[in-house]
């Protein structure tokens, strides 16, 4: 029973990053003001992402004016995900 608990957490835990990723692509596709409370949750979003994107970032280039390192970073988040909760449930 307790690690079924520890396997949803973790799981909420991927599910959160992964829709800070989606909101960081929205808010990259819209302009945003220099001040105010979307350029505070921006600032959030992108302090949280930008670390784990920016490592994709180094090794793919951008396309045509297009940043395809979220696309790959939410394609390796979700290997990741499927090992680490393979891996708590003991399979």
Do not use: C
Not at 50 to 58: A, D, K, S, T
Request: charge should be positive; hydrophobic fraction near 55%.
């Amino acid at each position: 029973m307790a690690n079924s608990t520890v396997v949803s957490f973790v799981s909420a835990l991927f599910y959160v990053y992964y829709i800070l990723i989606f909101i960081r692509v929205i808010f990259s596709w819209i302009g945003l003001p220099s001040h105010g409370a979307f350029y505070e949750i921006f600032r959030f979003v992108y302090n949280v992402t930008e670390p784990y994107l920016g490592i994709f970032r180094r090794f793919i280039p951008v396309a045509g004016g297009i940043d395809f390192s979220p696309f790959v970073g939410l394609l390796v988040l979700g290997i990741i995900q499927s090992v680490v909760v393979s891996l708590l449930r003991g399979y």
